[in-house]
């Protein structure tokens, strides 16, 4: 009697350790799957391009888009005729925003018919050919700053800009592949900017090189002030991170914030968004419409390019299924020098 109960107990209590052995693993296993299809899950919702904008329809009848408009800023020839690149493509490519250059005033009024100089004829195509206001300015300058200092200053008279609602300022050392007219119709709010997503995550800043604004008295009067207290190496970059790092709405890089740098790269995780997502550059060119060249030290692409240089630094081929794959470097090649044929005509249609 006692050893059937003993029996019995012993039954009883490893059956209690099977149930609970069974309620374990499955619990393990429910977890793991969990996780597996959350990893893919995750996967498919990194940021596709529009996918954050995807409801924002700048083709909507009845917006008034003479209340927003993209922005250049010029101190010199070079950045000039960057702009007016910049320019024309926003027209060839169907932009309805506006359009406005500052530029130094001694330059050529913004009233006359004819311009006497390069420069001049360059200001004024803009405002003929490609419908672009113009707003002169004075280049500001500070004691022991280089020229750099002036050029971040200018790019911030962007939020002085108050006969819009909201400008889109643009970096000049870029080109524009589409428009970003439905970037204008996002909530509001003081500023947005991408992240510098190449910086990620040792730097985690905002990038400067795009910068959506709701030009106000009292946000220009805030960079203002910042300016004047900022250090010899603080820039338009340090700038506005210091006053809006924390309170910027984040633009996505993809497809605002394209380096060219990123086609000689090998790990392009930071830039899809995603370790799962497969790299596809021919995608990647197609989806962006930003461009910003970035390849030190291969130097601006206004500039011209020693060979050796321009042979150092270009993308790779690859092995791809085991064939030579030139597709990275054919692309980045063809940035450069569509950008010096642009150039070119512009400079002689002046």
């Not at 962007?158 to 007219?181: C, E, G, P, W």
């Not at 085991?322 to 980045?332: A, N, R």
Request: proline content about 7%; aromatic content about 10%; overall charge negative.
């Amino acid at each position: 009697m006692a050893s059937s109960t003993v029996r019995l107990m012993f039954e009883s209590f490893h059956a209690g350790k099977l149930v609970r052995l069974a309620i374990v693993v499955g619990a393990v296993l429910f977890l793991a799957s969990f996780l597996l299809l959350y990893r893919d899950s995750a996967a498919s919702l990194s940021p596709r391009p529009n996918a954050l904008l995807a409801n924002l329809r700048s083709d909507e009848p009845g917006i008034d888009w003479s209340a927003y408009a993209y922005t250049q800023y010029v101190t010199n020839s070079e950045y000039l005729c960057n702009s007016v690149m910049l320019f024309e493509a926003l027209h060839r490519l169907g932009s309805k925003a506006d359009r406005v250059l500052m530029y130094p005033s001694n330059m050529v009024d913004p009233g006359a018919v004819r311009g006497e100089s390069s420069d001049a004829r360059l200001v004024l195509k803009a405002r003929d050919e490609f419908n672009v206001n113009l707003v002169p300015i004075s280049i500001q300058h500070r004691d022991g700053s280089d020229p750099t200092w002036a050029d971040s200053f200018t790019k911030l008279l962007a939020f002085n800009q108050t006969a819009y609602k909201r400008v889109l300022s643009l970096d000049s050392d870029s080109t524009i592949l589409q428009h970003m007219d439905e970037l204008f119709l996002l909530p509001p709010c003081p500023v947005a900017m991408p992240r510098a997503y190449w910086l990620f995550p040792d730097n985690p800043i905002l990038s400067s090189q795009l910068m959506l604004i709701q030009p106000s008295a009292t946000e220009f009067e805030r960079i203002m002030d910042k300016i004047a207290t900022s250090g010899r190496s603080d820039y338009d970059m340090e700038i506005v991170n210091d006053l809006y790092k924390d309170s910027a709405m984040v633009l996505p890089h993809r497809p605002y914030d394209l380096l060219t740098g990123e086609f000689g790269g090998d790990n392009h995780e930071r830039y899809l968004g995603s370790d799962r997502e497969e790299w596809d550059p021919v995608a990647v060119f197609n989806e962006a419409k930003f461009l910003h060249f970035s390849d030190w030290p291969v130097p601006k692409p206004w500039l011209p390019t020693p060979e050796s240089t321009r042979l150092n630094k270009q993308p790779k081929c690859l092995l791809r299924d085991g064939v030579e794959d030139c597709t990275e470097q054919d692309l980045w090649n063809g940035f450069y020098k569509d950008f010096q044929s642009v150039l070119q005509s512009e400079s002689v249609a002046a």
